[in-house]
């Protein structure tokens, strides 16, 4: 009898272990950050990012054409879910299409992907007039560890 | 130190020797013992050649930049929080000396009114008006005026030509700083 229960025991933790460290799994997401500024040049940005809980910020890197640099950020936001980027561009060039401004890079864990949400705070043109922008943010196919 | 100079095993211990090497008044007995013992010869020399390096690394910057500019950022946020919450301190107490005052006044004048409530709205309705006041004297970055700091500030400097890029770094700091939007 004690040997069925042992077996039973046994058995239902063989079960139970790929679900218990499937949670544990994590994987490594660029996430794009991409403004649109509708036609106007967009000289300055400043955006706040948030992720869900099962996601953390690892890297940030920079965008493309006039925002290839790194924008700012504080690095208090590493290992984090919120951030805050921005950079502005005196230099001709200023996008006026929609342009990736940044790069995040993500660790998500659980099954599900994460929520990310953004929100443009301010926005300007080269000469330093406020102008709307709308941000998107686009993941890219996690990389598995 | 107590024990006997004499004693070859008695030699002097960190303060003694760091003492000495600044020229710092001892006992004689320590005096003469470092004169003699090659030990605490040694070790005096190697206090001295730790106190040059010392002296050397503090002449040399130790923080880039960048770093400077996050710290002043840093600091300046904390400063303008610790003078909002010493004003915010000082209107309560304002607050309540005035309703005292008025509270005493009115009794004074008339003693059936001792059951009135002070109208501590007066004393209150001020201090948002002045809690604002005092943000925006901390806000001096704040160039466009909308409140806050953001990287447009930043972007007015770099346009204008006038600030120089530490200045410039340390608004931007500010405005992403996570603390300072909370």
Request: charged share 20%.
């Amino acid at each position: 009898m004690t040997r069925r229960v042992l077996a039973c025991i046994v058995a239902l933790g063989a079960l139970l272990a790929p679900g218990a460290t499937r949670a544990d799994v994590s994987r490594f997401r660029p996430v794009d950050v991409w403004l649109d500024s509708g036609g106007q040049p967009l000289a300055a940005y400043q955006v706040e990012i948030t992720a869900g809980p099962d996601a953390a910020i690892v890297g940030v890197e920079g965008g493309a054409g006039a925002f290839a640099e790194p924008p700012h950020y504080d690095p208090a936001a590493l290992r984090g879910g919120r951030i805050i980027l921005a950079a502005f561009t005196t230099t001709a060039g200023a996008p006026q299409r929609r342009t990736r401004v940044a790069t995040l890079h993500m660790r998500e864990s659980g099954d599900a992907q994460p929520s990310y949400r953004a929100v443009v705070m301010v926005a300007a043109a080269p000469d330093g007039r406020r102008i709307p922008a709308s941000v998107e943010l686009v993941p890219r196919q996690g990389d598995p560890r | 130190m107590t024990a006997d100079r004499r004693d070859p095993q008695a030699h002097l211990d960190l303060l003694e020797l760091d003492a000495l090497r600044a020229g710092e008044p001892l006992p004689a007995a320590a005096t003469a013992h470092a004169a003699w013992c090659a030990d605490c010869a040694s070790e005096l020399d190697a206090l001295h050649d730790l106190a040059s390096a010392l002296r050397g690394a503090e002449a040399t910057p130790i923080a880039a930049a960048h770093l400077d500019a996050r710290v002043h950022a840093l600091a300046a946020t904390h400063a303008a929080r610790v003078r909002r919450s010493r004003w915010r301190a000082g209107s309560t107490a304002a607050a309540a000396a005035a309703v005292a005052v008025f509270a005493m006044a009115v009794l004074w004048r008339d003693p059936l009114r001792r059951a009135a409530a002070p109208p501590a709205e007066v004393a209150s309705a001020s201090a948002p008006r002045a809690e604002l006041a005092m943000r925006d004297a901390a806000l001096a970055d704040d160039l466009d005026g909308d409140g806050r700091i953001t990287v447009l500030d930043a972007f007015a400097l770099a346009r204008a030509g006038a600030a120089d890029p530490p200045r410039i770094d340390a608004v931007v700091a500010m405005a992403v700083s996570l603390q300072a939007n909370p």
